[in-house]
């Protein structure tokens, strides 16, 4: 029979410029642009994967880096949120501190203990200036239960690609009936 259209509501977070716009625009499009606004904007997009109609609603969004509130996520982002993907660069260990941070926020909220969330060491391509190793993601997407994937967004479509059908993959799981 027919199967039913899916819907996806994926938060992007992050510090400011570690790739989340240009994680973004590669999912929509394929490519990699250099360079964008800062606005804070919902995009849509609808594919078929596995012969199923699935709408992909991206929210990237500036949360607060600094201060007090730096990491933290309002309620409004929470509860919007069936899943979350964390970006960090791998050349900037401020920006894994802020992926912390956020992560330590997500499994905080009651809602969201067991979301899905996936963690993105971006700017693979930059080893020469690698600041943050790939154990130490790894150790901290295990120590959350969350997925881990180092990728370019500028080299390649295909990681960014995985980053987000893995985690469509864990949002349906969720919403299995066990
Ligand atoms: P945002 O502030 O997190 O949305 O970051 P942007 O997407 O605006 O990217 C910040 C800067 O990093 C821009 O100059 C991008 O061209 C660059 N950038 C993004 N992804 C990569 C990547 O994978 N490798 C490299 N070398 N540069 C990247």
Redesign the pocket.
């Known amino acids: 029979g027919r199967e039913q259209k899916v819907e996806a509501n994926i938060l992007l977070l ?10 973004t ?1 590669r999912f929509l499009t394929r490519r ?1 642009i ?3 606004g ?1 606005i804070e904007s919902i995009y849509s997009h609808s594919d078929k994967i596995d012969g199923r109609e699935i709408c992909f609603n991206i929210w ?1 969004s500036l949360c607060p880096q600094n201060g007090e509130d730096a990491g933290h996520i309002s309620d409004r982002h929470l509860e919007w949120t069936d899943g979350f993907i964390l ?1 960090y ?1 791998i050349c900037d260990r401020a920006s894994f501190n802020v992926v912390r941070r956020q992560v330590q926020c997500i499994r905080q909220a009651k809602s969201k203990l067991s979301a899905p969330v996936i963690i993105v060491g ?5 080893q020469h200036r690698r600041a943050v190793s790939s154990e130490e993601g790894r150790l901290l997407a295990l120590s959350a239960d969350c997925g881990f994937f180092e ?5 390649t479509y295909h990681g960014v690609l995985v980053v987000f059908h893995e985690l469509l993959d864990l949002i349906r799981e969720t919403r299995t009936p066990k």
């Open positions: 992050g510090a400011e410029n570690v790739g989340k716009s240009a994680l625009v990699f250099g360079e964008y800062d990237d970006v660069s971006n700017k693979r391509d930059l990728i370019s967004a500028a080299e």
